[in-house]
């Protein structure tokens, strides 16, 4: 038998919901992939995330690429993860 976690844990004590000491943000993963992949051309799931340079730039030069630099970049943002403005963690779901 597992004696995981520890009589006496507190997850709140050692960072639970934390990853790696990094809290978690109140944005969706799946929301600002899907809104990049779908809404890129216009920076939308940048926007969402609060990335607002990124996303000017992805809707004033998103032309150059023709539009493959925010669709790869939902994807990244899907497979990988990302993080919000304030630098915390995309939650899953």
């Given at each position: 038998m597992s004696n995981y976690p520890p009589a006496g844990y507190d997850a709140g004590q050692y960072g639970g919901g934390q990853q790696g000491g990094q809290q978690y943000s109140d944005k969706s993963k799946?929301?600002?992939g899907l809104l990049q992949i779908f809404l890129g051309s216009v920076g939308a799931g940048r926007f969402y995330t609060g990335h607002?340079?990124?996303a000017v730039a992805q809707l004033l030069l998103g032309w150059l690429t023709c539009y493959i630099w925010p669709l790869v970049d939902g994807i990244m943002i899907l497979v990988?993860?990302?993080t919000d403005?304030?630098?915390r963690i995309l939650r899953d779901s």
């Open positions: 799946l929301v600002a607002y340079g990124m990988k993860g990302g403005a304030q630098g």
